[in-house]
C-alpha cells in the first residue's frame, strides 16, 4: 500500500487543522495506520494509531483529548482531526501502515511512508 499526507498548514495557537492521509495502491483495510510527526532535530515521534476497521484507536499523551483520528475505508482514507492546536504541535507529520497485531507506536512497526506534511503552528 502506498500512503500520501496532506492537510498540512500555518495556522495560529488554538486553531484546527484536519489531516488526510490516502491510499494509492493495495489493500488498504487489511492495515492499521499511523500518524506520526518530526520536528525539527528531533526524533520521529508517536501521535496516533487506528485499527483495521476504525473501531480501535490510540493516541500518544500530547494529543489526547484535542486530536481524532478516523478512517473511512470505502475512500481509502483516513484522518487526523487536530484541534486546539499549540506551537509544540509544529511539525512534519506522517501517516504510515502496519500489519502487526496490537498497539504499535515504534516507527519500525510501521512501512509504507509517504511523503510528510507540514504543520505550523505559530503563537
Known amino acids: 500500500v502506498q500512503l500520501q499526507a496532506s492537510g498540512g498548514g500555518l495556522v495560529q495557537a488554538g486553531d484546527s487543522l484536519r489531516l488526510s492521509c490516502t491510499a494509492s495502491?493495495?489493500?488498504?483495510?487489511?492495515?492499521?495506520v499511523g500518524w506520526f510527526r518530526q520536528a525539527p532535530g528531533k526524533e520521529r515521534e508517536f501521535v496516533a494509531r487506528?485499527?483495521?476497521?476504525?473501531?480501535?484507536?490510540y493516541y500518544s499523551d500530547s494529543v489526547k483529548g484535542r486530536f481524532t483520528c478516523s478512517r473511512d475505508n470505502a475512500k481509502s482514507t483516513v484522518y487526523l482531526q487536530m484541534n486546539n492546536l499549540k506551537p509544540e504541535d509544529t511539525a512534519v507529520y506522517y501517516c504510515?501502515?502496519?500489519?502487526?497485531?496490537?498497539?504499535?507506536?515504534?516507527?519500525?512497526?510501521?512501512?509504507?511512508w509517504g511523503q510528510g506534511t507540514l504543520v505550523t503552528v505559530s503563537s
Open positions: 504510515a501502515a502496519s500489519s502487526v497485531v496490537g498497539i504499535q507506536t515504534d516507527p519500525a512497526a510501521f512501512g509504507s
Open positions: 495502491a493495495g489493500t488498504f483495510r487489511n492495515y492499521h
Open positions: 487506528i485499527s483495521r476497521s476504525g473501531g480501535g484507536t
